[in-house]
């Protein structure tokens, strides 16, 4: 059993950065690929970023390329979302998300989650 907790939450001005951060702890970090998902108040949940296993290979949401930066540590067992040049859109609660395998873009393929951390960005 993997537990994931998040941190970093905040509000901010629309324009500045936020850096979640993500600790696992009850498993083995290196062998899961790492998501960060965010969920809008009224809308689902969504993919945000992934990282594989060694730190290699990166995914992210059209909405978040070229602003967001996902960064993983093995040896430290945290995952960390870089968020700039932030926009009121970009308003959710972003969630921490542990994966076996699979599809590393989509939910239903992420098997550990953590309680979610609030980002809030104004105008």
């Known amino acids: 059993q993997v537990q994931l907790v998040e941190s970093g939450g905040g509000s901010v001005q629309a324009g500045g950065s936020l850096r979640l951060s993500c600790a696992a702890s009850?498993?083995?970090?290196?062998?899961?690929?790492m998501g960060w998902f965010r969920q809008a108040p009224g809308k689902e949940r969504e993919f945000v970023a992934s990282i594989v296993r060694l730190a290699g290979r990166t995914w992210y949401a059209d909405s978040v390329k070229a602003r967001f930066t996902i960064s993983r540590d093995n040896s430290k067992n945290t995952v960390a979302l870089q968020m700039d040049n932030l926009k009121p859109e970009d308003t959710a609660v972003y969630y921490c998300?542990?994966?076996?395998?699979?599809?590393?873009?989509?939910?239903?393929?992420?098997?550990?989650w953590g309680q979610g951390t609030q980002v809030t960005v104004s105008t």
């Open positions: 009850g498993g083995t970090f290196s062998t899961y690929v």
């Open positions: 998300a542990a994966s076996r395998d699979g599809n590393a873009r989509i939910e239903s393929n992420y098997d550990y």
